[in-house]
Nanobody
Framework: QVQLVESGGGLVQAGGSLRLSCAASGRTFSNYVMGWFRQAPGKEREFVAAISWGGNTRYADSVRGRFTISRDNAKNTVYLQMNSLKPEDTAVYYC????????????????WGQGTQVTVSS
């Protein structure tokens, strides 16, 4: 089992920045692919970014160039640096983990955090 706890969400004006953190506990963090997803009201949960144990990354087209995913295996933590935020980035952001290979689909991830709210005002 892997337990995930997100933090760092909040209210920010358009154009601003936030950094989300996800602290993991349980099994060996470095063995897991870590992902960030988001869900806006009335919409399905969608992929944002993912990072492999070796540091390979994937991004959704909507955030590429603005968001950066990173991980610190010594601290069992994955980060999502969000810059140039837009009102359409408003959502609950979830951290997720899976054991094998980078993946972009919600169904591919086995463990989920409780989510952290990000609200971007115009």
């Amino acid at each position: 089992q892997v337990q995930l706890v997100e933090s760092g969400g909040g209210l920010v004006q358009a154009g601003g920045s936030l950094r989300l953190s996800c602290a993991a506990s349980g099994r060996t963090f470095s063995n897991y692919v870590m992902g960030w997803f988001r869900q806006a009201p009335g919409k399905e949960r969608e992929f944002v970014a993912a990072i492999s144990w070796g540091g390979n990354t994937r991004y959704a087209d909507s955030v590429r160039g603005r968001f950066t995913i990173s991980r610190d295996n010594a601290k069992n933590t994955v980060y999502l640096q969000m810059n140039s935020l837009k009102p359409e980035d408003t959502a609950v952001y979830y951290c997720a983990a899976r054991a094998y290979g980078l993946a972009l689909s919600v169904d591919a991830y086995d463990y989920w955090g409780q989510g952290t709210q990000v609200t971007v005002s115009s």
